[in-house]
């Protein structure tokens, strides 16, 4: 296969979260002299392949082959790889599909290389993420098999293919706040604590602030509300709480306890209950790291672009691998239509992708 005949055969699997679709097996298969080890937890399916080249580094590539549903409204079967005025659509097509084809098939090609190469795929990405990437990784240290560094080719791009490769992420805290009240006739406003009320004052002091200032690589942390819900619909009784949720994508500089001071502070004199979770923590890779340089170096020699370093967007499975000691960072192609209707990439960025990819590995120093 070449690389595009290898991306459509992936769209046109359904593999939705976290059906794999059988491409697990198939991508088993088609390595056949890399050694395969199935990691496989409850309905999660979970590979990861490998190859000792030489005594050098341990380079690995990671990604998803699971995809969000396609939803409806599609000018074409989202699970057809129909190929259009230069543009491939289907579901995955950008998140992350062209991504695994473009690495998997830079490894098939690979004669020699002086260290380990090695793939990690997982087909729960984009739904829980708690049977995927977290258990092979805990396999993989119990075996010394961890990776030095990595490749996770989710879709970075901005503008134009090559502008944009991921060194960090931002984490995800998740605030649960319940203002306490006390119910009564609206008629009687003295004789109730209304906490709609008391909540009006504070808003403007916490809706959408920055935590913090930023630095170079990451955005301030900014607080925002994302429900807020309180009374029983109906006009004449004061409501007895109001529970408010929102979401801090919290860069290095603010973690919870900044946020559990900052909503005291806020909330000074009410009584309030406040629950946070946190979905994923912060992270950057050093840009001096092998990695960073040598995919720099892969993407220019291709593109004629010198990339950006970034951590704007959401989140991935390169959340995981950080807190291991791996130096770790994403590359793939534009993103501006995953999860949407009509998803899709162009035959040359596939192309491209994966001549970064094979260049990162000839060249690897």
């Known amino acids: ?68 549903p396609a939803g ?17 659509y289907g579901r ?71 502008d944009a490769i991921k060194v960090g992420r931002r ?21 109730a604590i209304n906490p709609i009320h008391n909540i009006s004052a504070v808003l403007s002091t916490i809706a959408g602030v920055d935590l913090d200032d930023g630095d170079e690589f990451f955005a301030p942390s900014k607080l925002v509300i994302t429900d807020i819900r309180s009374g029983m619909e109906v006009t004449n009784v004061t409501p007895n709480d109001l529970k408010m949720m929102f979401n801090v994508r919290n860069n290095t500089k603010t973690t919870q306890d900044e946020i559990v001071l900052f909503v005291a502070k806020r909330f000074n004199g009410l009584d309030y209950e406040l629950r946070l979770t946190q979905g994923s923590y912060p992270f950057k890779t050093d840009t001096n790291t092998k990695v960073v340089k040598n995919i720099d170096k892969a ?38 239509t995953i999860h949407s209707i009509n998803e899709r990439t162009t035959r040359s960025e596939v192309e491209d992708l994966h001549k970064v990819f094979k260049t990162l590995i000839n060249n690897w120093k």
Not at 72 to 88: N, V
Request: net charge negative.
């Open 92 to 162: 995955g097509a950008q998140d992350m599909k062209s991504g695994v084809a473009a690495f998997v098939q830079a490894l098939k090609e690979t004669k020699k290389f002086n260290g380990t190469l090695s793939l990690l795929l997982t087909s729960d990405e984009e739904g829980e993420a708690t049977h995927g990437t977290v258990e092979v990784l805990k396999y993989l240290a119990r075996h010394e098999l961890l990776p030095d560094f990595v490749v996770v080719a989710e879709p970075t791009c901005e503008e134009r293919f090559g």
């Open 299 to 336: 993407i220019e020699t291709v593109t004629g672009i010198k990339p950006k370093h970034s951590t704007a967007g959401g989140t991935s499975d390169a959340r995981f691998m950080a807190p291991v000691g791996i130096d770790v960072i994403e590359f793939g192609v534009k993103n501006d």
């Open 171 to 191: 984490g995800s805290i998740n605030g649960y706040l319940t203002l306490k009240g006390k119910q009564g006739h609206a008629a009687y406003p003295e004789k």
């Open 1 to 68: 296969m070449q690389v595009i005949e290898l991306f459509k055969f992936l769209l046109e699997s359904k593999s939705e979260t976290p059906d794999d679709g059988g491409l697990l097996d198939f991508i088993e298969r088609y390595l056949l002299d890399f050694t395969a080890i199935r990691i496989d937890k409850e309905d999660v399916k979970n590979l990861f392949v490998y190859k000792k080249f030489g005594e050098g580094d341990h380079l690995s590539f990671a990604g998803h082959v699971d995809v969000v």
């Open 72 to 88: 409806k409204g599609w000018d074409s079967d989202p699970y057809k790889a129909i190929e259009k005025d230069g543009f491939i």
